[in-house]
């Protein structure tokens, strides 16, 4: 069975430190990972996909798939990145473009 | 394009009642995915539903829920006889087809259901 693991709910950094928010997944087919951003009620926005290989707002996460993980990174963290970031895994061979989600990590960058 | 569309944003319903949340997906989309978001908790896959079809309801709880996309019009998500636990942020989200590599599925804004 799939499953999407972010180890931490939260996450504090001091702007311009840099972050890393984790992401361990367990899949037995080829996976398609994404990282989805939710700013305060809002609807969740397509941050990265590992496809693309493209950093947005400065972020980027990389799959190692010995490691079964994709952690996203900044190396400078804003005041306005502070979000709930979620991990997804799309299983393609099964149901559409069905994500599993990760519980999520919020992310709290202190002035 | 709009979007995906879902309304109402906000619904109060009182134990018992029912809840009727819409989802209209991007112009072109014709698959649509429902995720229940409880407090404090991430996002569960409910539903995919194309046209006319369930195709997956593997997330949906067996009683009281259910789940419809028409030939026209919206999808909806259908609640009857709310309780308490029920209350929770629901999201949907749509893509264009299916099985191809790189595809993206684009999220609603969400609907609150508090039920009281």
């Known amino acids: 069975a799939q499953r999407v693991t972010q180890p931490e709910k939260l996450l504090s950094v001091f702007k311009g430190a840099p972050v890393e928010l984790k992401c361990n997944y367990s899949y037995s087919g080829s996976p398609e990972l994404f990282w989805y951003v939710q700013y305060s009620r809002q609807r969740l926005q397509l941050l990265l996909r590992h496809i693309s290989r493209e950093s947005i707002k400065g972020f980027t996460a990389d799959l190692n798939k010995g490691e079964t993980s994709f952690h996203l990174k900044k190396p400078f963290a804003q005041e306005e990145d502070s979000a709930m970031y979620y991990c997804?895994?799309?299983?393609?061979?099964?149901?559409?473009?069905?994500?599993?989600f990760g519980e999520g990590t919020q992310l709290t960058v202190n002035p | 394009n709009a979007g995906v569309m879902q309304n109402p944003r906000h619904l109060v319903r009182r134990r018992g009642q029912e809840a009727r949340l819409r989802c209209s997906p991007m112009?072109?989309?014709?698959?649509v995915y429902w995720y229940r978001q409880l407090p404090e908790e991430g996002l569960k896959f409910m539903v995919y539903?194309?046209?006319?079809?369930?195709?997956?309801e593997s997330g949906m709880p067996k009683e009281r829920f259910s789940a419809e996309f028409p030939k026209e019009g919206p999808s909806i998500l259908r609640i009857q006889q709310v309780v308490r636990g029920d209350s929770a942020a629901y999201f949907c989200?749509?893509?264009?087809?299916?099985?191809?590599?790189?595809?993206?599925?684009?999220f609603g804004e969400g609907s609150w259901l508090t039920v009281v």
């Open positions: 997804a895994l799309s299983q393609l061979e099964t149901s559409g473009s069905r994500l599993t």
């Open positions: 989200a749509s893509s264009p087809r299916t099985g191809t590599s790189g595809n993206t599925i684009y």
């Open positions: 539903l194309q046209k006319e079809n369930i195709i997956d």
């Open positions: 112009k072109g989309h014709s698959h």
